[in-house]
């Protein structure tokens, strides 16, 4: 974790001024924007652990303005637990192998949910079923015990994002949408900054630059 000197105090102040700058540049659409955040890393070893981050970020509000859509994949109790704390869809063991080899079905639910939870003794069956749809799209189902409390789970990844690095020492990601409270976006954006830090060797002497930007937006530099 990084400490003292290194540790980053951006005042919400600036985050703000910076969204706010970031819509005016979006401009009006007839659509709801996202607002994604894009961290620059500098003096990183791409083939060390740091350079391979990759986390799921617990965020204190839904960065679609919405809660992520959720997919648990278990069997008997865990799988009625899970219907009964309203997951988005439940993949019983039976219905997992009946969708091997449909791969449009496949293809359709892959991009439909935000999370996958799997209980953890399926996790050789969906890897085999679903992995190659959700690995490249960074979509690989978070094992479960058969006794984990399924409703605390789905209320974490429903404000949870996916952060990783690419081949390059960027990191990009959802943090909210354009009409949510800006003082929520900026407890989101505050949120992912702080994991991405503690992550660092050197915490903030390796973040070498932090931009905003809606999806038809420029992207504004958040002065650090």
């Known amino acids: 974790m990084a400490r003292g000197p290194n540790k980053m105090s951006i005042e919400p102040k600036t985050i703000i001024e910076a969204l706010k700058e970031a819509k005016e540049k979006a401009g009006k659409r007839n659509f709801t924007q ?26 204190p509000h839904p960065p679609s303005g919405k809660p992520n859509k959720i997919c648990v994949i278990a069997t008997g109790e865990l799988a009625l637990r899970a219907k009964r704390a309203n997951a988005d869809l439940v993949i019983d063991k039976g ?14 639910i892959a991009n439909e949910y935000d999370f996958f939870l799997a209980e953890a003794p399926l996790m050789p069956l969906v890897g085999k079923v679903l992995g190659a749809a959700l690995g490249p799209r960074g979509k690989m189902p978070i094992p479960v015990p058969p006794n984990a409390d ?21 990191i990009q990601c959802r943090v909210g949408t354009e009409n949510m409270k800006e003082e929520e ?22 973040i070498k630059s932090i931009h905003i930007k809606t999806t038809m937006g420029a992207p504004v530099k958040i002065k650090l």
């Open 185 to 206: 976006l900026v407890e989101n954006i505050q949120a992912v900054l702080k994991v991405i830090e503690g992550k660092m060797k050197r915490g903030i002497k390796n």
């Open 95 to 108: 219905e997992l192998e009946a969708l091997a080899g449909k791969k449009k079905e496949i293809r359709n």
């Open 150 to 170: 399924v409703e605390s789970l789905l209320n974490k990844y429903r404000k949870t994002v996916a952060i990783k690095m690419r081949n390059q020492p960027v």
């Open 34 to 59: 996202s607002v994604e955040l894009i961290v620059t890393l500098q003096d990183i070893d791409m083939k060390s652990p740091e350079g391979r981050l990759q986390e799921n970020v617990e965020l």
